[in-house]
């Protein structure tokens, strides 16, 4: 019985030595804004796209920021949109939106801490600094 043992905990061992740092489960912080994130690049892709649908310029647009409150208008109005609904790209975005939405409703409503109310820094994403080389 002595070598199970043994080989149970060098096998758990080397297990735990091989796993990622990041094998830690996501929190409900990391789970929205990484799915923030996502939409958003998936929106922009989809803006400058040039086989999908011309009803795609007529989108809301869709710059999420999880720290801003008028975020979940900004998910509902995307949702509700009646446009589109030809566009399999848009139906994928869509879903992820009404994903995201619920989970900020739902799972993470008491995890999460809205820093601002402005609605109009949604409407123009803010660039990323130029790196000077």
Known sequence: KLPTTKM????????SAALPASAAP??????????S???T??????????????CVETLPRLYL??????????????VAYPGCDRVVEVNEL???ARSLYTI???????????????CNALEIPI???IEHS
């Open 104 to 118: 900020l409703i739902s799972y993470c409503r008491r995890d999460l801490v809205f820093l601002t109310d402005d």
């Open 8 to 15: 149970l905990l060098l096998l758990t061992a080397l297990l």
């Open 41 to 54: 690049e998936s929106f922009k892709d989809l803006q400058t796209s040039k086989t999908v649908d011309s």
């Open 65 to 78: 920021d999880i720290h801003n409150y008028c975020v979940l208008a900004k998910l509902r109005d995307f």
């Open 37 to 39: 994130k996502e939409i």
């Open 26 to 35: 996501p929190t409900c912080y990391s789970r929205v804004l990484s799915l």
């Open 127 to 129: 660039s990323p600094p």
């Open 94 to 96: 869509k879903e992820k």
